[in-house]
């Protein structure tokens, strides 16, 4: 099981140009620190962003530990979701994080699958209702509107949740994996793995 280190001062925020490497990051010097250092100004996370030109119609604005450095060793961050219409936060996992969900503008269609035997778990959610994906779980959301924007905002239980896009991962990886595995894993014919790869697998996680 892994987690993010637990505080064991007051605050460590974190020091971006330090040459050490620590599982995190290292501690500012706290003389250093001020109030800035636990600020992220609104405009960041509070305008929309454009969608209309993502392949899936969606765009994440992240607000962790790497564009807020006094969330290191707090265990928190945030996630703003845009949606355009009928667009999807495609199948995705955080591999260190729980997600919870509140419904900013909109309706969407999400849900999260179990590991094995994989079990869905879906709901059809408006503006104010709140949802729970449960750590390291695959989970995605769609706009479920044709003529309206949505969006959402998420909080994350670790500094850095990082994220696993399912098709990406499979599909666009660098080096690719065989489109024997691939293939074989599909029961599919190799010649459509091979279109599948060649296709272009834009991360919509920023």
Not at 11 to 27: L, Y
Not at 64 to 77: D, H, Q, Y
Not at 129 to 146: C, G, S
Not at 158 to 184: C, E, H, K, W, Y
């Amino acid at each position: 099981m892994a987690y993010d280190p637990s505080p064991l001062q007051d605050f460590c925020v974190a020091d971006m140009m330090s040459p050490v490497r620590v599982n995190g990051f290292p501690c500012k010097d706290p003389m250093a620190v001020n109030s800035d250092d636990f600020f992220n100004p609104a405009m960041i996370i509070d305008h929309p962003r454009d969608t209309m030109d993502s392949k899936v119609g969606s765009n994440v604005t992240n607000i962790n530990v790497l564009n807020f450095p006094g969330l290191n060793t707090l265990g928190i961050s945030l996630a703003r979701i845009d949606y355009a219409p009928l667009g999807v936060n495609p199948p995705h996992i955080h591999p260190r994080a729980t997600e919870l969900l509140t419904v900013l503008e909109g309706t969407l269609y999400l849900g999260f699958v179990t590991s094995n035997p994989n079990k869905l778990f879906s709901k059809v959610v408006k503006k104010g209702d709140v949802f729970v994906f449960p750590k390291a779980m695959i989970h995605f959301q769609m706009n479920l509107a044709h003529d309206k924007p949505a969006a959402a905002l998420s909080s994350l239980s670790s500094q850095n949740p990082g994220v696993i896009t399912i098709a990406n991962a499979v599909f666009g990886s660098q080096p690719p994996i065989s489109d024997d595995v691939l293939a074989r894993a599909f029961q599919v014919e190799k010649n459509l793995i091979d279109w599948l790869q060649s296709q272009f697998w834009e991360n919509n996680h920023y």
